[in-house]
Every structure is written in structure tokens, then in C-alpha cells.
């Protein structure tokens, strides 16, 4: 379930004028609600800060804030907006209130680098700061008021820890026009921890699931659902591209093997009940979110991958 996320880097610098501000943040919450259609339900709006005090545009003797830039949207023929963002604000949560695991997920990201797929995107999750590591991890939508070039594009991505990250970005009419198409012609935006069962096989062909799977997916942890399928995602590109190549890509993500320690005390809950029904061993993992992980197995016959267990850190030495 995706939340909307504001990007508090887009109010700065300050505008120089409070009338400047409406029509930008009339665009931006405009938008906002006409892609919440697409969503499966009514999203929550995260903002660092009181939006009483985020402070937006210089005024002699005082500063103007964006919560009194949405009180004047309704003296400037903007009520339907204004309205909008009441409706949003009155189920938001504190900022403080970010989900332990994604704290500590977003904790040991490390340098935020250029998606070859999307590129000059991670500019803007550079900007966004916590924000856009938040949307990252989450899949999450960042709103933005539209003050520089960045702030066109619709879809951020961006590389981290060798891992990459994906998520929608909406500033205005057209950037909601862009991601509301691609998600009506992707598939993808419709798996769920319940439909993850009948669209696997064809969101992820060129894998193989092991009969526990299905099960695991809907108790796997709703904050980092979407980092999960698109961690299957890339690994469904590694398949593929083994299989017709013969070969790795270069540069592919890590996958981890255990300790010897590991293995021989805590083997036995990497035993898992393969897709052909054949016990197999899933020692090799990938990293998820903060405390969950996809553990595979690489069938070199096949030159295929095979998932066998996703959920919570199995025990290690350490763990």
C-alpha cells in the first residue's frame, strides 16, 4: 500500500513571494488525488514536519508557512485542493511514527548512486534526503512542489549497497498522468501478498518457487512487501539472463552464502521442500529489508534460480 511522502527539499530555497506558492502547491495536491484512483486504497501523507511550520516562501517580518499557503488555496479559487489536503492531513501520521524496520533499513543504506535504467533520477532522491530513502524502501510515492528540472521526472530510481531502488515521483498534472498510465499498463502493480500466487509464474518466468513460497509471501512484512517483489524482480533478470547466456551478468547482486558455523548448527532451517517437491538446501541469501531476506538456490542443469524461503533472518552465528 503506497503512501504519499513530501519532499520538504522542494520548499527550499523559500519562495520570494506567497502568492507564488499556490498555484505550485494546487498542481501538486491536484495531482495527488487524481492518481490516488489508482491506488487499492485512500493513501496516508507523511511529512517531516507540521506543515504549520515548514516554512515556504519570505514575507517582511515573518515567514510564510506551508500550512497558511493551503489556508489562502481557498481565497484563490483553489478550495477543491485546500479541501484535499485537509482530507490528507487529518490521517497523517508523525513522522516519528516510521515503522522500526524501515528505520533501521534506511539506516544501513549507504551512498546513494546513479540507476543505469533511470538515469540522473537519484539526483532527486539525493535531494529528497530521508524522504526519498523512505519512498526507496516503502514504495512509496514522493511528492514534490515543482521548483527545478528534477522535479519532472515521474520515476526516481537509484543504486545503494549494490541494490537497486524504484519508486513514483508526482509533482504535477503530467507526472500523475505518467505514473497513472504505467501503472494501468503494468501487470506488476497488481501483485499483491494475495494475488502473488497466480501471477507469479507470469511476473517472474524465468524463476522457480518452492512449494513453501506461496505461504510465506502473505506473512511476509507489509513495509518491505514491495522491496520483496522487486528484489524478485531483479533476480528474475539474473535467471534470465543465465539461462540464455550461459554466464552471470556482471555485476549482479551478491548472493551470500552462510558460515560454516552456520550451516552446521542452523542447516537444517535452510531445508526447504523445493518446487519439484525435492528437499534442497536455499543456503545462498539476498538482502531485503532490515531483518528479512529471499534465500535461493542456483540450479546449474538449469541455469535457473529457484526461490525457497522469503521472510524473517533465519538464525545465524550472529543473528
Known sequence: MPDFVFNYSSATPEFEDSKDVLPVLAEMLKAMANLEDDFPEKPVFRMRDNPWKIEVAAVPGSKFTLGEA???????NYESQGTYF???VLMSPSWDELDESVVDTIAELGDIKEDPLLPGTHLLAIEAEEEGLVCGVTGS??????????HQSSQVGFMCNGESFKFHHVSSALTGAEIS?????DIFTQLTSKTFSDLKAELFPDLLFGQEVDGLVKTFPS???SLLFSRLKDLDSVSR???RNGAMPENCMEFKPESDFTMNKYGGQRNRKGYDGEQRIFELHVWVGCGTRIHLFKHDDLRKIEIGYVGPHLDTKLH
Not at 70 to 76: A, I
Request: hydrophobic share 45%.
Open 223 to 225: 513495509n518491505f512487501l
Open 181 to 185: 498510465k504505467r501503472i494501468k499498463d
Open 70 to 76: 493551503v489556508e489562502l488555496l481557498f481565497r484563490h
Open 141 to 150: 510515492v514522493l511528492t514534490s512542489l515543482l521548483r527545478r528540472p528534477v
Open 86 to 88: 485537509y482530507s490528507l
Open 241 to 243: 539472463y543465465w539461462n
